[in-house]
Each structure stands twice: as C-alpha cells, then as structure tokens.
C-alpha cells in the first residue's frame, strides 16, 4: 500500500519527535538536568556561612555542618572534584595529568559540559597565570586529553559567555563556573566574593524557569588554614529540600551525586568510597 505524501510527511514527522523525546530522556538526569558548580576560595566554614547571599543559600537549600574539602593547598580538591581523586597532585604547580577526568564521563553518555572562567586568555592557554586568572583553579586545562584536543579545550570559555548561553537557553549539562582571584576571595575576602556571588547569581536563583531542574552547587577549595578543613557547600535548586543536614561529606561527595545523577559510572578511584551526599531531595 502506497502512503500519500502528507502522510508520509507526518509519519515522518512523528518519528522525528519520538526520537528527538527518547534522546531528551537520555539526557535527563535522576534529580535535575543542569549543574552549576561554583568554587570559592580559602575561607573557613564560620566565615562563609553569615554573608548575605551564602546564608540565603543555605537557607533556601541543601547546607551542610560538616563538609571538609579533602586536602591543603587548594588544586588537589579541584582535581579530585573533576578526575575521581588526587592523582597524586600535592601542591599547586602547574600539572599535566593522563586521567579520565568528568568531561570523559558526560561525554560518554551524550551530556554536555563547559568551564566558565573568568579572565581566561582562551585559546587553551596553559601558562600558571595571567591578570585575574589562575591555572591551579581551572582543573580542565590541566587534562591532556583536553588541553591538546583543539575542539575539547574550545568547551574552555571566559566566563562572560554565561550569562549568553544561559540567555539563549545553551547552557550545558554540566556548567563549571570558575571565578578569578578576586571574585573568589583569594586576593580579597569573603565578605566581597559573596558581594560579587549575589549581584551575579541573585537574579538568577529568583528566575523559577532558568532554575527549573537545575541544582546550583556552591563550595569552597579549602578552609581558610584550619586542620580540619571544613567548608561552606550548598545545594540549591527546586528539587531540594531545604535544611541543614549533618553528615560528614567532602569534595568527592559532589562528584558522586554527579555521577550517580546521571548514571556515569566511576573513575574506580577514591571516588567509590567517597561518602554519599544525603537524600536531600523532595
């Protein structure tokens, strides 16, 4: 039987949308389908947590009484957070590392990811330093699998080209916002980074369609010098529930929500053994 040409053309159609659908459902993760990390530096958990725009995160979302960050000084955390572990990384010099890293992972399963870094000099850029801008705080350059894959290290971005994709509706799976020295508060302090924090995220985090299945997850690098190296997290989104919850988590406790978000597998690391963040979820 010969089907007409409008049929044909809406049998067509209705295949398109249903594999477009299926590849959507791929995509979407157990509790939210956009992640934004946001990494902060050197302040001690006290100090963090009675600033305006951190304590209205805590208030409103996920916060945590007892999260350490894994080790001093503050590039192993990064690298643990992005790669399974420290890799043997032990200082903040500049590091190449032959690893499976995250962007491997959500690659893999037709996610994507993107770091949005403040001052970058573009052009993977694999200098210690330049203005504002620090290598030991952008884990993903360090990658050799990104920083010599021309097309990979493109996912490399200055930190301006946020605010475009999140406009357009581009932003990616896994977003990775990476402040300079100054926003930050490692050239200054907490008091200006959680300034800087609510005059560019406040909007956003008021916005119900922008943060319509998105988790904002706020940290820190390390501690401000303490041995115990407690630091302020949240997490903050609609499908949270939101109160202080008491479980000793650390660096590696986001990671393997991301990983158990979007069924990544592990990097068979000390990401396996990291405790699980608690179910915070609705």
């Known amino acids: 039987m010969k089907l007409g040409v409008s049929r044909l053309k809406g049998l067509v159609a209705t295949i398109l949308l249903t594999c477009g659908s299926l590849a959507f459902a791929a995509e979407s993760g157990k509790y939210f389908d956009h992640a934004i990390i946001v990494i902060f530096e050197n302040t001690n958990y006290a100090d963090a947590i009675t600033q305006p725009f951190f304590k209205q995160l805590a208030d409103g979302g996920a916060s945590f009484s007892n999260f350490d960050a894994l080790t001093h000084p503050s590039q192993g955390n990064y690298i643990a957070l992005t790669s399974g572990s420290l890799n043997g990384v032990t200082g903040d010099g500049t590091i190449t590392l032959n690893v499976t890293n995250i962007a491997d992972l959500l690659e893999a399963k037709g996610l994507t ?3 949005y870094v403040e001052n970058w000099p573009g052009n993977c850029f ?3 330093g ?3 801008y620090a290598r030991e705080h952008n884990p993903f350059v360090s ?3 990104i920083q010599k ?3 990979r290290c493109a996912n490399i ?3 301006s080209q946020f605010d475009k994709d999140a406009a357009a509706g581009n932003l990616p799976n896994y977003a990775f916002y990476v402040p300079n020295l100054l926003d930050s508060g490692h050239d200054t302090n907490v008091t200006y980074a959680d300034k800087w924090y609510g005059q560019k995220f406040g909007g956003y985090v008021q916005n119900a369609s922008f943060m319509n ?3 904002l997850i706020s940290t820190f690098d390390e501690s401000g010098g303490s041995p115990k190296n407690q630091i302020y997290t949240t997490i903050f989104g609609p499908a949270v529930n939101p109160k202080v919850y008491p479980d000793n988590v650390n660096t590696l406790s986001i990671l393997k929500m991301i990983e158990d978000n979007w069924s990544l597998g592990t990097f068979g690391k ?3 053994t990291a405790p699980a963040i608690p179910n915070i979820w609705k």
């Open 270 to 272: 000390t990401d396996v």
């Open 143 to 145: 990658y050799s699998n």
């Open 213 to 215: 299945r998105l988790v």
């Open 113 to 115: 990811w993107k770091a």
């Open 130 to 132: 330049s203005g504002e």
């Open 157 to 159: 971005v200055d930190a």
């Open 126 to 128: 694999t200098g210690s």
């Open 149 to 151: 894959n021309r097309s």
